[in-house]
């Protein structure tokens, strides 16, 4: 195996003490310092962090700006939420026929859970894309296999075409366009914009509180994130993560050395959709609802100024953005933040969170290109001058240090 | 000529841009272990005769006939070519600057390229020594560590063409390897190239004659996108339409 940097014994050493800090603090097993509805945006946000991982291999590493990647992450939702409505349904359901005289048929049972789910829609028959929805292990297969394959055909076609920079961009937006656009249709079977919805309730563990069940979800979630930054770390360190850069900062340069850029390209879009669709898989059982909307462009617009404040082509950076702008923007949208009353306008932050955002966005773009991971720098340099800096001489040791240091 | 004596076969070859004909009908050959040094004035067509054997420029008309299996070169992507076993060096430096030295050299080292056989890749001792080696040859040994932005621009040049080693393509295609080098450099420049050619087809693009009158080898002179003179450096150099367009300059 070879050697992983040195952000990865630093990230899981963090994470953890998070982890025990949050479970020392909840409801289910701690003090109940935090609330179970916190402790979903907690578990939540680490999910968008996982997301944020898989945008940073894609777009900070491999240079391949995809203004898609939270469409994978809802079809990751769908494929999970569409199990979980269906078997919680026929729990119900079941419990409903079984008063009966006669015991209901494998049909009957099928309508009414039909009638059941679709029934906001005026429909009551299984559409194709259900076909899957009564097993457990493949719809999990699902998870995977939707978003791989769909970002596998689309890379395809884009990559091979030789479609790079803003225009691939462009058209990522308007996959995920048509994507939302597909969901939201009532015939397409997925409950148009209801969505699907219930989603926290885990069939097996109905009577256990939801407590528990949060707990449960944040420390999959946490372990998710903990298994994918040791994942990509591995992938971006390596020849694998030399080439990608390669890619990032001249293509043509890479194919003359032989290498297949289009494959490359397309491994590491289908690998970051797959890990996109997972930690979506893991958020939607903790919101509890998904609907079409939760796939619009805009959605992946969000993912990628995360990045970017996080400071991009750093794990750890993809992160610390998707954490720190995602609870703040809950702390602003869910009223956290005090309204500012200017006498003649009123600063209401639901509105204005937007502006904040887009503005931080654009300053940090300019201002600070390396994000808020660039911090971290400032903290590495330091301790490397602490370490070296009696060792070089007075004027001659900046330097050195600086060539020590790159 | 059989096929076998011949590694690059270019014959009948035209390249027009918006109406401007950059090559016409050239025709070039080149054996298994032969050096050639290509000079001839600035737009003579030098580069873009690279581009073309190296996929990256399609031409309008002829042929491209590459080894031993008579391989038509046309149509094939940049990659498919590189792996087929040539190996190009840019007249500007193009070395992956925000990499180190050993990654950049570790990236063009001959090894199966697919993404898979990528990622699970690790490098034998053999491996690890022959980046060493090559660091060795091309005076970065100590610098293996270094950011290749860092270097100076002999320098990345020399990169450049520990790159082509590790690659160990059949045929190199080295364009401009002496700019920006000392006199020291490029003498060191000429040697490698010299003991490359050993077992290599190597065409060198240059413009400093005493570099080319060094590397002691068979000279093509490209004029207005064809061949104008093809001979030993002191044919061509004696030849009055070369000594009228190039030399008398
Ligand atoms: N992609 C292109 N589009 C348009 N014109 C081109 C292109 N590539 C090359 N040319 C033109 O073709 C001619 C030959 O250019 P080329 O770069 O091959 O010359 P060269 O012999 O390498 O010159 P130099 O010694 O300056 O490097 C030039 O006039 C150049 O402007
Ligand atoms: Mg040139």
């Known amino acids: 195996m070879r050697a992983l940097p040195s952000s990865v014994p630093w990230f899981l050493g963090i994470l953890g003490l998070v982890v025990l800090a949050v479970t020392v603090m909840s409801e289910a097993v701690g003090t109940g310092l935090i609330s179970t509805s916190f402790l979903k945006v907690l578990g939540m946000t680490l999910c968008f962090c996982l997301a944020a991982l898989a945008m940073d291999v894609v777009w900070g590493y491999c240079g ?3 203004l898609g990647h939270m469409a994978f992450f809802g079809l990751g939702g769908y494929a999970i939420g569409m199990w979980l409505m269906y078997a919680r349904t026929e729990i119900i359901v079941a419990a409903n026929l079984a008063g009966r005289a006669i015991p209901p048929t494998e049909a009957e049972l099928r309508d009414a859970i039909g009638s059941q789910i679709f029934g906001v829609v005026g429909a009551s028959d299984f559409p194709w894309v259900w076909g899957f929805a009564h097993s457990l292990p493949l719809q999990l297969a699902m998870v995977v296999v939707v978003p791989g394959l769909i970002a596998l055909v689309f890379g395809w076609l884009a990559f091979r075409s030789r479609v790079t920079g803003v225009y691939l961009s462009i058209l990522t937006q308007a996959m995920t366009l048509a994507l939302s656009l597909w969901f939201f249709q009532n015939d397409s079977g997925l409950r148009g914009n209801n969505g699907l919805s219930g989603l926290q309730n885990i069939p097996g563990f109905l009577d256990a509180p939801q407590a528990a069940v949060a707990l449960a979800f944040f420390l999959a979630s946490a372990l998710a994130l903990a298994l994918g930054y040791v994942f990509f770390a591995w992938v971006v360190s390596g020849k694998m993560g030399s080439v990608i850069r390669a890619i990032r900062d001249d293509e043509a340069r890479v194919r003359f050395l032989g290498y297949p850029v289009e494959g490359f390209k397309l491994f590491v879009f289908t690998l970051t959709a797959i890990v996109a669709g997972i930690a979506g898989a893991l958020y939607y059982p903790q919101a509890g609802i998904i609907n079409p909307g939760e796939m619009a462009p805009i959605a992946s617009i969000y993912l990628a100024v995360w990045v970017a404040i996080g400071g991009r082509g750093r794990l750890y950076g993809a992160v610390i953005g998707a954490a720190f702008v995602s609870l703040v923007s809950t702390w602003f949208t869910g009223g956290g933040a005090p309204d500012i009353d200017l006498g003649f306008y009123r600063v209401d932050w639901v509105d204005w969170w937007l502006v904040l955002l887009g503005v931080s966005f654009v300053l940090v773009t300019i201002f600070a290109p390396k994000g808020l991971g660039g911090l971290v720098d400032l903290w590495t340099e330091r301790r490397g001058r602490d370490r070296h800096g009696a060792d070089l001489g007075p004027d001659q040791g900046a330097l050195r240090e600086r060539e020590a240091g790159e | 000529m059989s096929g076998s004596t011949r590694l690059l076969e270019v014959s009948g070859v035209s390249v027009t841009f918006d109406g401007f004909r950059a090559i016409n009908n050239l025709s070039f050959a080149i054996g298994p272990a032969e050096m050639r040094a290509v000079i001839g004035p600035n737009g003579a067509g030098k580069t873009t005769f690279m581009d073309i054997v190296t996929g990256k420029t399609r031409p309008d008309t002829g ?124 003498e060191h420049t000429t040697d490698l190239l010299k003991s490359l050619a050993k077992h290599h087809a190597v065409v060198v693009v240059e413009h400093d004659m005493e570099f080319v009158r060094r590397l002691d080898c068979k000279v093509t002179v490209l004029h207005e996108g064809s061949v104008l003179a093809e001979g030993s450096i002191d044919h061509v150099t004696k030849n009055q339409e070369v000594i009228d367009v190039y030399l008398g300059r």
């Open chain 1, 64 to 66: 391949i700006l995809s």
């Open chain 2, 63 to 186: 042929r491209v006939i590459w080894g031993d299996e008579n391989i038509s070169l046309i149509g094939m992507s940049e990659a498919r070519i590189a792996r087929a076993g040539i190996g190009r060096k840019f007249q500007r430096p193009t070395v992956f600057e925000e990499q180190s030295v050993r990654d950049n050299l570790t990236m063009a080292l001959k090894a199966d390229r697919g993404p898979f056989k990528v990622l699970f890749w690790k490098p034998s001792a053999e491996e690890r020594a022959k980046v060493e080696d090559i660091a060795d040859t091309i005076g970065l040994a100590g610098q293996l560590d270094r950011t290749s932005g860092e270097l100076s621009h002999g320098q990345k040049q020399w990169l450049e063409i520990g790159m082509l080693l590790a690659q160990d393509p059949q045929l190199l295609l080295v364009d401009e390897p002496a700019a920006g080098m000392t006199p020291a450099e490029r």
